[in-house]
């Protein structure tokens, strides 16, 4: 590989986070590393084999990771109805009317992202579905992929009755007369996909992974966490990889099953042994994933004390604080990173206790657990990401007051505990690392909205807009940086995370410095290239 020369603009090297960002105005490129920044790497344009990239007045940044996300589902929602779109419950119809139509032979009509705000208590009715589906059996998934809404022939498909038990750890919501209303809930909508709605085919789900990752490097982003990895999922990044077709690297996390995460040990270690044996630098498999519990909207997450809105529910814990405890103590004894879905304030502190455990049982090293979204924290755990020195991995696009948090979230956890969420800015001061992620399909791929929110607290889209719980705000090089140096100790690696010498070369150009212009107007920079190790993975010619 020859040398890549980048000069005319900003290098942004290091936002330094507490301090003034450490800035250039060139950077040179070898075999995949920064070699040279300034003057020096200016010198290197003059190399006739050199490739001078200019950047024309924008920045080079380190390119961005994304800590927490879903990229198989983001892929394969585009092939059902275009539900996400919609702004009502009759546009969610229309869309699926529209796709039925267009799609007369189709046996399933499987699709997501419904907003669940459309309706009261976020549930929906089969009947609703049956008057634009007929016999056709239909799943689809809310927004929050915890939840489902089905037809009745899909009901009739799954042999769900008002006879049908509800399963272990999910719920199947009822009509007053005990049967299934059409809203199916945890456990309840995941077995249900899982068991019986026929599977996309391999080429379906490759196409799929080709199309999320091309959009992330498209963005800037050259490292993904894909959250929520079952067995079947493993052959289609396989092939990926063998075809060429991951346009970014990711890291696999299993799932860990209640049920059975006793036989899971083994065969994860075999897993993540093959995905090593591949030798593909940009797939690895060394996480493993825990649910703890489930969402708020949906009355599912773990919580201390009672709901406001339901004194007598405090969610739907996926583990015993035993289980879950003896499950992370054996992971992290086989080298596993811990990722740890946690949004109430009970599956939290369960999550903190588990790591806690593993760590004082296990033999000294580097853990870099993570714990994700860390969505309602008590303040007395605040300083335990720091002294367990665990990762708490935030969706900063969710630290805004939007619809979903004014119509059911607030609603359910009441005083004092809404203003418990989201504690980017405690945490972060705290001493702990942040790193961000987007939790896509949940809510957008794109980091640079999310970047605005995290440093506003409000829509990028109003200026205007009252801050919420504005004492978490953080500024933008602290922000920028839980996207790159939070992700790179994510991800397990030393050498990303900026771009000074010796780093490897992960860069994104963009058409201004995010933490020069105004919060709001980050949404609006531009994403001209992105480059992996030195590899231009986006070219926005080849793209225009």
Partial sequence: ??????????????????????????????????????????????????????????????????GHAHPMLGGVEALGPAIRQAEDLPG???AVAAWREAHPDAPWIVGGSYDATFTDEGLFDARWLDEVTGDTPTILRAWDYHT????????????????????????????????????LQEAAANDFLAEVVPPFTLEQRIDALDR?????????????????VEPSDIEVYVAAVAQDRLHTRVNLAQRADPARWREQVASFVATRAAVRELGAERLSAETVKFFVDGVIESHTAAMIDPYADRPDERGLPNWTAEELTEAAIAFDAEGFQ???????????RSALDAIEAATRSGAPRDRHHVIAHVAVLDPADVARFAELDVIANFEPYWAQCDAVMRDLTIPHLGEPRDTWQYLIGSVQRSGATV???SDWPVTTIDWRPALATGITRHSHTDADAEAWLPEERV???????????????????????????????DAVWLSANPLDIAPE?????????TWLAGIRTFDHRAAS
């Avoid at 811990?338 to 939290?348: M, S, V």
């Fill in 338 to 348: 811990l990722h740890l879905h946690a949004i109430g304030d009970a599956a939290n």
């Fill in 148 to 183: 489902a809404w089905v037809n009745s022939a899909a009901l009739a498909a799954g042999g769900i009755t008002a006879d049908t038990e509800d399963p272990a750890l999910g719920r199947i919501v009822r009509r007053a007369d005990g049967s299934p209303l059409g809203t």
């Fill in 475 to 505: 500024d933008p090089a602290t922000a920028f940086a839980a996207y790159t140096q939070g992700i790179a100790r994510q991800a397990l690696v030393t050498d990303r995370g900026t771009l000074a010498v010796g780093m490897v070369a």
């Fill in 92 to 94: 969610i119809l229309a």
């Fill in 435 to 437: 790193s961000f992620g």
């Fill in 1 to 66: 590989m020859g040398i890549t020369v980048f000069t005319g603009g900003t290098i942004l090297v290091d936002p330094a986070p507490g301090a003034t960002p450490i800035t250039s105005d060139a950077l040179a490129v070898r075999d995949g590393a920064v070699v040279a920044l300034g003057t020096e790497a200016a010198s290197l344009a003059a190399d006739p084999t050199a490739e001078v990239v200019d950047l024309a007045g924008g920045t080079l940044a380190p390119a961005v990771g994304d």
């Fill in 212 to 228: 999320a990752t091309r959009a992330y490097a498209a963005q800037g982003t050259t490292w993904v966490q894909d959250a929520w």
């Fill in 521 to 529: 107007a980050i949404a609006d920079v531009s994403v001209h290239g």
